[in-house]
């Protein structure tokens, strides 16, 4: 409590005492002891504006004595008498508490400023729990593609070289089997730093431009990627090799692969189908959380319905009471209700190398140096899409059975049949001169 409100509410001006120093009078206050005395107050006494100012500055417990508070009021004087500072103990009071507020403020600025890239990203990805379908992507970006290059740095100070080092290094890196990482998950990871600066920004944690928008205006093809688009699909015959062989090698593997070649699944959606999202009653497969972030539902034809048919009568075929139960033992609740699993009852994560081998055998592949023209497991989705366009199909109706998020992804397969474009116009060339259309117009 001030000493203004101590005298307000405590103490009346005839109780106050007297000083040999001008314009300071003490007061013992009985309900406060210090040193086994009681406490004693101080008060101010000057004149302003034709008034009599009286104004509290504190307890000698608090470090006041009438020296401390002469010299507090002879500088109020002064002030007064050159119009200039503060000129009175309120206004001093109230411009202390602003500095200090100011030097709160100042300090947590510099406390954000000086906070590691760790404790950001970390708290960007608790956020990204609760707001993206996709935050395990993230946080496996984070942790095993960014945190070593950037989590101990400063976020005032991760500039441009931080971060064309991290690519440069992330282009060197080597991933899982000795791969090297693609260009999509460099520019993934870059977006990434990106969007929790974005999210420090909105937070009020972070000031200035974004570091990762900084380097893309210098350096123009900072977040430009190779053009990875596959133009590889398969013909019929080519697929109908694929799967036969697929077939003697492993019936699961083929069984995935019929399932995008005729549905345009992406391998993860795959993994993810569980046999509550099979309706075989209405032939159709409901896609929960796809890429795109909208569901969608595919379609089971004739050959699926039998595939699927096959699966379900297999899984319910009875089996040993032993064997039931170290499956149970084995696989996660969550896993059994999988339409694929792995070898060990649980989720499938990526494709088999066997279907690299079968390729392979039959020479899919052979003399093919650029990648983008290789036969992967994600040419069956592409071969669906293209088959769509090559019969004619609507580039809309394409788009949703492929679930893209947008049509500039589906544009792609326009071209894939150039033969019926040149069929239409050559249509329109030889024309029928011997039909007289007759246009009616209103008069």
Sequence with gaps: MHGGDVERSMLSQSEFGVTTVVGVRPKEVSTRSYKGKPDRYFLIRYGRESQTINEGVGFSSEGIDAKYASTVRAEIVK???LGTGCQSLAEKRALESKRQTEELVRREAQKRKNMPFDKLAVKYIEWAKGEKKSWKDDQSLYLNHIKSALGNIPIKDISMIHLEKLKRGLQLKK?????????????????????IFNRAISWGMYEGTNPITATARENKKFLKIADNKRERFLSREEADLLLDELKNRSQQLHD????SLYTGLRMGEIFNLNWNDIDLEHENISIKDPKSGESRNAYITPPLSKLFQRIKDKVSTPQPLSKLLQKIKGNASKANGLVFKSSNGKKIREISNVFNRVTEKLGLNENVTDQRDKVVAHTLRHTFASWLAMQGEPIITIQKL??????????????LSPSHERTAVEKLARGNRNKVVNLKTKN
């Design 79 to 81: 002030n007064i008498r």
């Design 175 to 195: 991933g899982r089997y000795g791969k090297k990482l693609s260009d999509a998950t460099i520019k993934h990871c870059l977006v990434l730093i990106r969007q």
């Design 256 to 259: 995935i692969c019929q399932l």
């Design 402 to 415: 492929m679930g893209h998020s947008n049509i500039e992804m589906t544009l792609r397969y326009a071209h």
